[in-house]
T-cell receptor, first 114, second 112 residues
Framework: DVKVTQSSRYLVKRTGEKVFLECVQD?????MFWYRQDPGLGLRLIYF???????EKGDIPEGYSVSREKKERFSLILESASTNQTSMYLC?????????????FGQGTRLTVV | KNQVEQSPQSLIILEGKNCTLQ??????????LRWYKQDTGRGPVSLTI?????NTKSNGRYTATLDADTKQSSLHITASQLSDSASYIC???????????FGKGTTLSVSS
């Protein structure tokens, strides 16, 4: 079974704190993604990475950064958390979308910024 | 602009009934189209994946269809169960680029 594991299910952080969300996959997938999911807006892509040390901005990268030092790990960083970053964060990985393999998602991290 | 639109936004049906969810997309050309099920508070889980050359794909009581000419896909759920209550998300992968394009999902509630 492919596993995508996110470090926390629930997090509560204070405004201005630096927040790290960690994601690990165990299937040697090339691509990894970070999304946020908000009611009525669906999933929106924050950043993705198609290789170690490579990253690409998604649709809403402002206020976020990422790190991919190892193939299996993709971290999302909120440099200075703000209340509008309260959301459900989902990590996903895939071997390659064009090989018609599916993307696997983690269980999600519900982040609340107070 | 590449878009994926789903309808209806929400749906309530009685247990045992069938239902069909719709997905219209403008992504072209595309590599594949997937349907995911997302239970409340959990990550999405894949139900089906179809390439542009496939018309239908089944996974138990779930059957997805694809019409590449009209750029429409549907997900048909047969003999619904309470556990089918979830959000169903249509996702399209463009041929160019890596990122997936998500619909906003249809929220299905199955009641007894």
């Amino acid at each position: 079974d492919v596993k995508v594991t996110q470090s926390s299910r629930y997090l509560v952080k204070r405004t201005g704190e630096k927040v790290f969300l960690e994601c690990v996959q165990d299937m040697d997938h090339e691509n990894m993604f970070w999304y946020r999911q908000d009611p009525g807006l669906g999933l929106r892509l924050i950043y993705f990475s198609y290789d170690v040390k490579m990253k690409e901005k998604g649709d809403i990268p402002e206020g976020y950064s990422v790190s991919r030092e190892k193939k299996e790990r993709f971290s999302l960083i909120l440099e200075s958390a703000s209340t509008n970053q309260t959301s459900m964060y989902l990590c996903a990985s895939s071997l390659s979308p064009r090989r018609h393999t599916e993307a696997f998602f983690g269980q999600g991290t519900r982040l609340t910024v107070v | 602009k590449n878009q994926v639109e789903q309808s209806p936004q929400s749906l309530i049906i009685l247990e045992g009934k069938n239902c069909t969810l719709q997905c219209n997309y403008t992504v072209s050309p595309f590599s594949n189209l997937r349907w995911y099920k997302q239970d409340t508070g959990r990550g999405p889980v894949s139900l089906t994946i179809m390439t542009f050359s496939e018309n239908t794909k089944s996974n138990g009581r779930y059957t997805a269809t694809l019409d590449a000419d009209t750029k429409q896909s549907s997900l048909h759920i047969t003999a619904s169960q309470l556990s089918d209550s979830a959000s169903y998300i249509c996702v399209v992968t463009p041929q160019a680029g890596t990122a997936l394009i998500f619909g906003k999902g249809t929220t299905l509630s199955v009641s007894s």
